[in-house]
């Protein structure tokens, strides 16, 4: 199969990025398509749909092959620990690493070559993808069906932000579309799944230009996710 383009997101890496789509509808990203799939024909009717599927690669896991392929994986909304088959999860590390996003589409450049405006983006910048299907919500939306052991949107935690993250939030153009991104995307404790409660560690997650740092903190029996910082990257 042949890429048809590639994603430029606010995910420059890979940690810190939603486990599902729309969990973070702050995150932009642009779909830009690839000669000869830039022809703004290919794209002809699309602006009529809202939403749309996307059949990407996950370039960042590593291929697997016969020998290294294993049947069972990890789920971080299993706690990290416990083990379920590869095929019940939506696991990265899959056999032939292929994900499928549902994203909203946010608008059409099709000014030299075709470039779609995504919102609600759970891809890294580099993505390759292969395809791109309209959402048809009278076939597609199940409201009755069953989700296994992820029957719900996973729980958020609060998120304070320092005096100094406050300030570089601040000095940024962008900063009030900045910060609801990483509200958003912190709420969600990008951390390991097994590292669920307070701790002095300083993480670090890319969103952006920026490095935004944060810990975990204890705020009476709960956990609350501290922004220490936002430091630019150069």
């Given at each position: 199969m042949?890429?048809i383009?590639?994603?430029?997101?606010d995910?420059?890496?890979?940690?810190?990025?939603?486990?599902?789509?729309?969990?973070a509808?702050?995150?932009?990203?642009t779909l830009?398509?690839?000669p000869?799939?830039?022809d703004?024909?290919?794209v002809?009717?699309?602006e009529?749909?809202?939403?749309?599927?996307l059949?990407?690669v996950?370039?960042?896991?590593p291929e697997h092959?016969?020998?290294r392929?294993?049947?069972?994986?990890?789920?971080?909304?299993l706690g990290?620990?416990?083990?379920?088959?590869?095929?019940?999860?939506?696991?990265?590390?899959?056999?032939?690493?292929?994900?499928?996003?549902?994203?909203?589409l946010?608008?059409?450049?099709?000014?030299g070559?075709?470039?779609?405006?995504?919102?609600?983006?759970?891809?890294?910048s580099?993505?390759?993808?292969?395809?791109?299907?309209?959402?048809?919500?009278?076939v597609?939306?199940?409201?009755?069906?069953?989700?296994g052991?992820?029957?719900e949107?996973p729980?958020?935690?609060p998120?304070?932000?320092?005096?100094?993250?406050?300030?570089?939030?601040a000095?940024?153009?962008?900063g009030?579309?900045l910060?609801?991104?990483i509200?958003q995307?912190?709420?969600q404790?990008?951390r390991?799944?097994?590292?669920?409660?307070?701790?002095?560690?300083i993480?670090?997650v890319?969103?952006?230009?920026?490095?935004?740092r944060?810990r975990?903190?204890a705020t009476?029996e709960?956990?609350?996710?501290?922004?220490?910082?936002?430091v630019?990257?150069?």
């Open positions: 042949q890429a383009g590639h994603i430029e997101s995910y420059p890496d890979k940690f810190g990025v939603p486990r599902q789509p729309g969990l509808s702050a995150a932009c990203a830009i398509l690839a000869p799939f830039s703004p024909l290919s002809r009717g699309l009529a749909f809202s939403h749309l599927w059949t990407f996950f370039h960042l896991s092959d016969t020998e392929w294993t049947p069972l994986v990890r789920p971080p909304r990290g620990n416990a083990k379920i088959g590869v095929f019940a999860s939506r696991s990265t590390h899959r056999p032939n690493r292929l994900g499928l996003s549902l994203v909203e946010a608008g059409i450049d099709t000014r070559g075709v470039r779609l405006d995504l919102r609600g983006c759970d891809l890294v580099g993505t390759p993808v292969l395809d791109i299907k309209p959402y048809l919500p009278w597609e939306a199940r409201p009755e069906a069953s989700a052991f992820a029957p949107a729980p958020q935690l998120v304070g932000y320092s005096a100094e993250a406050e300030t570089a939030l000095a940024r153009s962008d009030a579309s910060r609801e991104l509200t995307v912190l709420a404790d990008p390991p799944a097994y590292r669920n409660g307070a701790e002095e560690r993480y670090g890319r969103l952006r230009d920026v490095d935004v944060f975990a903190e009476g709960r956990v609350r996710i501290q922004v220490v910082a936002v630019d990257v150069a």
